[in-house]
């Protein structure tokens, strides 16, 4: 660890029993004690950080004297503790780390000289797809399937976890990452080198969040700002507002965590909290448990926050301690939090940008959708509330149809809210009775569309119609790390089996816990046998149905539902909804409680008023409804406290890094540098270090650049970078078929992520993208100019074309260019593909930064100018001018630009350029941050 400046003479020494640690008080700085908690731990990294370049006193200070009211103005480096990965958006990263040690011993370096200088751990959770499901064999079956599909990529990463130092890989069947992060991987207050300090965390998943609940401060980000972090580099961010959320009151019996998480998410997106920090305070924190914080910092990215901050204080170590956590981490934790003035204070009334307060006891039980978290609707009005939004889903297109659109875990609200209009028809199938029996769907439809259908399925005959309930799934991070919803779930099934209750027919229903702890104590309190008598057998470990990995529904429903075109709806335990998300097949999805979904499983459909409707009828012929089987709140907590042991968890983690005999028996490759296979379609060497010399070459104006692609206003990340199914026909197929990959092994962009050739054919191919070279044409298209005519053509081969012949490509936004998650490809694909450029209205901060990362320059249009209201329409060539002055080590304030039309006429205007800072103007003259990364350690060694 590098030793801090220490202008504020801050370090000083905590003793904790018979240990003393080094630490920075934070009441060495004045104003610092009256900070919110995420506050204080971002004053704490920099003063404990203090190198007098990227972190000054006077940064210190800025958090020091924090003006709540104010905008956010002031840039800081913030330097995490460590960062965690998921496999898909992980493997790239590592695919570069990789490649950067074949560049450093091109250059006569050592390849030792790379290795990650902060924790990277990675968890093996998006691979698994639920193909099986409905038997005891579903789990194997699954895995298997996941292990043949993604052998090439779980070799290359068994080699980094030996080639590399301080990286780690928790095999796949384990858990889903953010689960497996606050069980065990998280550290709350760390110690390294005789110095304690809080636990800071940044990943590759939007839902790193999760950890927030266990009081460590971090978020999801791309690629390339893991990559930095992990070679040390600090991240951008400016000082943030903070918005206070009191708590108060308590959760009545019947409502769970769920129901008070959409009721969190419903407000906050109401209210407004983009780019802001939310923080939690008052006495209603301290009734919390600790699983219901990780489900409420687990939301974060729905209601549109950077972070979901809970104080550390007794729910938490106690948490700890239930997890398997030392007792020297116990007694760190909370002598460290106190002495920092980060123990939660119920009483204290801090000073916040905004303020929210929510009574705990006003809740009720909730579910969200048809296609956003936020749409919350309280379950007494579902059946309403799905009358009303049917009508937005007849007879329109499937969004699903060409494979949805998905980010790192799958699609975002920028990215789909795009297209309001629905698609299909009404009244779905009504339950199936005790015994089996299925009432025909267009009974009761009383003006509603419908459009019956027979399905002859499992040796049934059954009648589906819209609304039908094709997928129930209990599934992802935000729930299945949650005991209460979890073990309410299992109860609810056990009551409705012994009332004789079975789940609709034609449903596919799943359970994938986020660790093997909820199989414990599923085993322990016996509930196993009654879950699968609704159907709910254990599918795998890790983020199915959430992230679109529900697998293909069985083939005559599939069937029916696309002869029918019904409006087949989804029921998850999830955090996702969006549109075209969880299954090609599925229009409406809606986001519940694991309790909710066994509940819906057994309705079968969502035209269903739970408070009116039967269920079913029980052995004797009576109704039984849902709040027959509802299990208590007193039940839910006498099973908990016999089933969940800190032994179960200390059990499961013991070998945490081991894996199974399929893990242990790949053919693993040795060496420090990798043996990359030419003919690999997963992993390829990155080309982002081709030719690199130990000197930076002067950076150069841009001259006669073509426009690739004419974007509007809210182009998110999700629209540019590559991600969801393969499309047969697209670049990224033909480029598969090329190599002999069959249509059935095409997977998907996300598990190809360590193949830069599958992924630059997939940027800005996204189906909802609207290229304006273009009238009415939506998906990865352009106009090719290289072409006589400038006919349509795929971005990536016009983008090929251009390159052929030397000519440099711009691409032209409008307002708020690069909203969204999907960071690190979207501008990685967005270099690849030979843009020198974007000129957009206004960026969002992190993508303009990630695309000076990988050496494309930002610049944005004069003040009250885009390119329409300049009268430009694509056609132009462009020419930049003033980028040069970088080479004398300055940073232009704004370029010169001249678009240059068919017919001679120019259009010019002076636009700012968007790099901001001295650090990124390095990164810039350098081509990018890893080349940047790559000469710092050539110069050091």
């Given at each position: 660890?590098?030793?801090?400046?220490?202008?504020?003479?801050?370090?000083?020494?905590?003793?904790?029993?018979?240990?003393?640690?080094?630490?920075?008080?934070?009441?060495?700085?004045?104003?610092?004690?009256?900070?919110?908690y995420?506050?204080?731990?971002?004053?704490?990294?920099?003063?404990?950080?203090?190198?007098?370049?990227?972190?000054?006193?006077?940064?210190?200070?800025?958090?020091?004297?924090?003006?709540?009211?104010?905008?956010?103005?002031?840039e800081?480096?913030?330097?995490?503790?460590?960062?965690?990965?998921?496999?898909?958006?992980?493997?790239?990263?590592?695919?570069?780390?990789?490649?950067?040690?074949?560049?450093?011993?091109?250059?006569?370096?050592?390849?030792?000289?790379?290795?990650?200088?902060?924790?990277?751990?990675?968890?093996?959770?998006?691979?698994?797809?639920?193909?099986?499901?409905?038997?005891?064999?579903?789990?194997?079956?699954?895995?298997?399937?996941?292990?043949?599909?993604?052998?090439?990529?779980?070799?290359?990463?068994?080699?980094?976890?030996?080639?590399?130092?301080?990286?780690?890989?928790?095999?796949?069947?384990?858990?889903?990452v953010?689960?497996?992060?606050?069980?065990?991987?998280?550290r709350?207050?760390?110690?390294?080198?005789?110095?304690?300090?809080?636990?800071?965390?940044?990943?590759?998943d939007?839902?790193?969040?999760?950890?927030?609940?266990?009081?460590?401060?971090?978020?999801?980000?791309?690629?390339?700002?893991?990559?930095?972090?992990?070679?040390?580099?600090?991240?951008?961010?400016?000082?943030?507002?903070?918005?206070?959320?009191?708590?108060?009151?308590?959760?009545?019996?019947?409502?769970?965590?769920?129901?008070?998480v959409?009721?969190?998410?419903?407000?906050?997106?109401?209210?407004?909290?983009?780019?802001?920090?939310?923080?939690?305070?008052?006495?209603?924190?301290?009734?919390?448990?600790?699983?219901?914080?990780?489900?409420?910092?687990?939301?974060?990215?729905?209601?549109?926050?950077?972070?979901?901050?809970?104080?550390?204080?007794?729910?938490?170590?106690?948490?700890?301690?239930?997890t398997?956590?030392?007792?020297?981490?116990?007694?760190?934790?909370?002598?460290?939090?106190?002495?920092?003035?980060?123990?939660?204070?119920?009483e204290?009334?801090?000073?916040?940008?905004?303020?929210?307060?929510?009574?705990?006891?006003?809740?009720?039980?909730?579910?969200?959708?048809?296609?956003?978290?936020?749409?919350?609707?309280?379950?007494?009005?579902?059946k309403?509330?799905?009358?009303?939004?049917?009508?937005?889903?007849?007879?329109?297109?499937?969004?699903?149809?060409?494979?949805?659109?998905?980010?790192?875990?799958?699609?975002?609200?920028?990215?789909?809210?795009?297209?309001?209009?629905?698609?299909?028809?009404?009244?779905?199938?009504?339950?199936?009775?005790?015994?089996?029996?299925?009432?025909?769907?267009?009974?009761?439809?009383?003006?509603?569309?419908?459009?019956?259908?027979?399905?002859?399925?499992?040796?049934?005959?059954?009648?589906?119609?819209?609304?039908?309930?094709?997928?129930?799934?209990?599934?992802?991070?935000?729930?299945?790390?949650?005991?209460?919803?979890?073990?309410?779930?299992?109860?609810?099934?056990?009551?409705?089996?012994e009332k004789?209750?079975?789940?609709?027919?034609?449903?596919?229903?799943?359970?994938?816990?986020?660790?093997?702890?909820?199989?414990?104590y599923?085993?322990?309190?016996?509930?196993?046998?009654?879950?699968?008598?609704?159907?709910?057998?254990?599918?795998?470990?890790?983020?199915?149905?959430?992230?679109?990995?529900?697998?293909?529904?069985?083939?005559?429903?599939?069937?029916?539902?696309?002869?029918?075109?019904?409006?087949?709806?989804?029921?998850?335990?999830?955090?996702?909804?969006?549109?075209?998300?969880?299954?090609?097949?599925?229009?409406?999805?809606?986001?519940?409680?694991?309790?909710?979904?066994?509940?819906?499983?057994?309705?079968?459909?969502?035209?269903?008023?739970?408070?009116?409707?039967?269920?079913?009828?029980?052995?004797?012929?009576?109704?039984?409804?849902?709040?027959?089987?509802?299990?208590?709140?007193?039940?839910?907590?006498?099973?908990?406290?016999?089933?969940?042991?800190?032994?179960?968890?200390?059990?499961?983690?013991?070998?945490?890094?081991?894996?199974?005999?399929?893990?242990?028996?790949?053919?693993v490759?040795?060496g420090?540098?990798?043996?990359?296979?030419?003919?690999?379609?997963?992993?390829?060497?990155?080309?982002?270090?081709d030719?690199?010399?130990?000197?930076?070459?002067?950076?150069?104006?841009?001259?006669?650049?073509?426009?690739?692609?004419?974007?509007?206003?809210?182009?998110?990340?999700?629209?540019i970078?590559?991600?969801s199914?393969?499309?047969?026909?697209?670049?990224?197929?033909?480029?598969?078929?090329?190599?002999?990959?069959?249509r059935?092994?095409?997977?998907?962009?996300?598990?190809?992520?360590?193949?830069?050739?599958?992924?630059?054919?997939?940027?800005f191919?996204?189906?909802?993208?609207?290229?304006?070279?273009?009238?009415?044409?939506?998906?990865?298209?352009?106009?090719?100019?290289?072409?006589?005519?400038?006919?349509?053509?795929?971005?990536?081969?016009?983008?090929?074309?251009?390159?052929?012949?030397?000519?440099?490509?711009?691409?032209?936004?409008?307002?708020?260019y690069?909203?969204?998650?999907?960071?690190?490809?979207?501008?990685?694909g967005?270099?690849?593909?030979?843009?020198?450029?974007?000129?957009?209205?206004?960026?969002?901060?992190?993508?303009?930064?990630?695309?000076?990362?990988?050496?494309?320059?930002?610049?944005?249009?004069?003040?009250?100018?885009?390119?329409?209201?300049?009268?430009?329409?694509?056609?132009?060539?462009?020419?930049?001018?003033?980028?040069?002055?970088?080479n004398?080590?300055?940073?232009?304030?704004?370029?010169?630009?001249v678009?240059?039309?068919?017919?001679?006429?120019?259009?010019?205007?002076?636009?700012?350029?968007?790099?901001?800072?001295?650090?990124?103007?390095?990164?810039?003259?350098?081509?990018?941050?890893?080349?940047?990364?790559?000469?710092?350690?050539?110069?050091?060694?």
């Open positions: 660890m590098t030793e801090s400046k220490n202008s504020f003479d801050a370090k000083s020494t905590l003793e904790v029993g018979e240990k003393s640690y080094d630490y920075y008080r934070l009441s060495a700085v004045p104003g610092m004690e009256k900070l919110p995420s506050l204080k731990v971002l004053g704490e990294n920099l003063l404990r950080n203090e190198d007098g370049k990227n972190v000054t006193r006077e940064h210190i200070e800025a958090v020091a004297n924090w003006d709540a009211s104010a905008d956010p103005s002031i800081i480096q913030f330097t995490p503790a460590r960062v965690i990965m998921q496999d898909f958006t992980g493997v790239a990263c590592i695919v570069d780390l990789a490649t950067i040690r074949d560049a450093v011993v091109t250059l006569g370096g050592e390849a030792d000289q790379v290795n990650p200088l902060n924790p990277a751990e990675m968890v093996i959770d998006h691979s698994v797809i639920i193909e099986a499901f409905g038997d005891s064999d579903a789990l194997e079956k699954n895995v298997e399937i996941e292990y043949q599909r993604n052998d090439e990529r779980y070799k290359f990463l068994r080699w980094g976890t030996g080639a590399f130092d301080n990286f780690r890989v928790v095999p796949p069947g384990t858990g889903i953010h689960q497996v992060n606050i069980e065990y991987l998280a709350s207050v760390f110690e390294k080198d005789g110095v304690a300090y809080p636990d800071t965390c940044v990943g590759t939007s839902h790193t969040t999760m950890q927030n609940g266990l009081g460590i401060l971090g978020w999801g980000v791309g690629g390339i700002e893991a990559e930095a972090a992990m070679l040390g580099q600090p991240i951008s961010m400016l000082i943030p507002r903070v918005v206070g959320f009191k708590l108060t009151g308590e959760i009545n019996a019947g409502v769970t965590a769920t129901d008070v959409l009721t969190i998410t419903d407000l906050l997106r109401q209210h407004g909290v983009v780019g802001k920090f939310v923080e939690f305070y008052g006495k209603g924190v301290g009734e919390l448990p600790l699983a219901n914080r990780a489900t409420i910092g687990n939301m974060s990215p729905e209601f549109g926050s950077t972070a979901a901050m809970f104080p550390i204080d007794e729910e938490t170590v106690k948490y700890l301690e239930l398997g956590r030392d007792k020297e981490t116990l007694e760190r934790v909370e002598a460290y939090a106190k002495a920092q003035g980060m123990w939660l204070d119920p204290a009334e801090i000073e916040y940008s905004e303020y929210l307060e929510l009574d705990l006891s006003t809740v009720v039980p909730s579910i969200a959708g048809p296609k956003r978290p936020q749409d919350r609707i309280e379950l007494s009005d579902s309403s509330q799905f009358r009303k939004d049917i009508h937005n889903y007849v007879e329109a297109p499937n969004v699903g149809e060409e494979g949805g659109v998905f980010d790192d875990e799958g699609p975002t609200t920028e990215a789909t809210s795009a297209s309001d209009s629905g698609s299909s028809s009404e009244t779905p199938a009504s339950a199936a009775d005790a015994k089996g029996n299925v009432p025909s769907a267009a009974e009761g439809a009383e003006g509603r569309p419908s459009n019956p259908t027979a399905v002859h399925y499992n040796g049934q005959d059954m009648e589906l119609d819209h609304g039908m309930v094709a997928i129930a799934s209990i599934t992802s991070c935000t729930n299945t790390s949650n005991p209460s919803v979890m073990i309410g779930a299992g109860l609810l099934a056990r009551k409705a089996a004789g209750l079975q789940s609709a027919p034609w449903v596919k229903t799943s359970m994938a816990p986020g660790s093997q702890v909820v199989n414990g599923y085993e322990a309190a016996g509930l196993w046998k009654d879950l699968e008598a609704m159907g709910f057998y254990l599918v795998g470990y890790g983020c199915t149905t959430c992230i679109g990995n529900s697998g293909p529904l069985p083939d005559e429903i599939s069937a029916g539902i696309n002869e029918g075109d019904l409006a087949a709806t989804a029921v998850l335990s999830g955090n996702r909804n969006f549109e075209g998300r969880i299954n090609p097949d599925v229009k409406m999805n809606y986001l519940a409680s694991p309790i909710l979904v066994i509940a819906y499983a057994i309705a079968g459909t969502m035209d269903f008023d739970f408070e009116t409707q039967a269920l079913g009828k029980d052995n004797e012929g009576n109704d039984v409804f849902l709040r027959d089987i509802w299990p208590s709140t007193e039940e839910i907590e006498k099973v908990i406290a016999e089933s969940i042991t800190k032994e179960l968890y200390t059990a499961d983690y013991a070998d945490v890094f081991k894996g199974d005999e399929r893990w242990q028996n790949l053919d490759p040795t420090k540098t990798f043996e990359w296979d030419e003919n690999s379609t997963y992993i390829r060497r990155a080309p982002y270090f030719g690199m010399s130990t000197e930076p070459e002067a950076v150069k104006d841009i001259s006669g650049a073509r426009v690739l692609a004419l974007l509007g206003d809210s182009v998110t990340t999700d629209h970078s590559p991600a199914t393969i499309k047969p026909g697209s670049p990224a197929a033909q480029y598969l078929d090329e190599h002999g990959v069959e059935k092994d095409y997977n998907s962009l996300g598990a190809r992520r360590g193949n830069h050739e599958v992924m630059v054919r997939g940027t191919a996204n189906i909802r993208l609207q290229n304006q070279l273009l009238d009415n044409v939506s998906g990865g298209y352009t106009r090719d100019f290289t072409q006589e005519g400038a006919p349509q053509a795929y971005i990536y081969d016009a983008a090929m074309n251009y390159k052929e012949q030397d000519t440099p490509l711009v691409v032209l936004g409008g307002k708020e690069g909203t969204g998650s999907s960071r690190d490809w979207a501008a990685k967005t270099l690849l593909l030979g843009v020198k450029a974007v000129i957009a209205e206004s960026f969002e901060r992190i993508h303009r930064s990630n695309l000076i990362g990988m050496g494309v320059v930002p610049v944005q249009f004069p003040e009250g100018e885009s390119w329409k209201s300049l009268g430009i329409d694509g056609s132009e060539t462009f020419d930049i001018s003033g980028i040069e002055e970088l004398n080590g300055g940073i232009p304030k704004s370029v010169k630009v678009a240059t039309k068919e017919n001679g006429e120019k259009i010019e205007f002076d636009a700012p350029t968007r790099i901001d800072t001295p650090g990124e103007a390095d990164y810039y003259r350098n081509g990018g941050i890893l080349q940047y990364v790559l000469r710092n350690m050539m110069a050091s060694k």
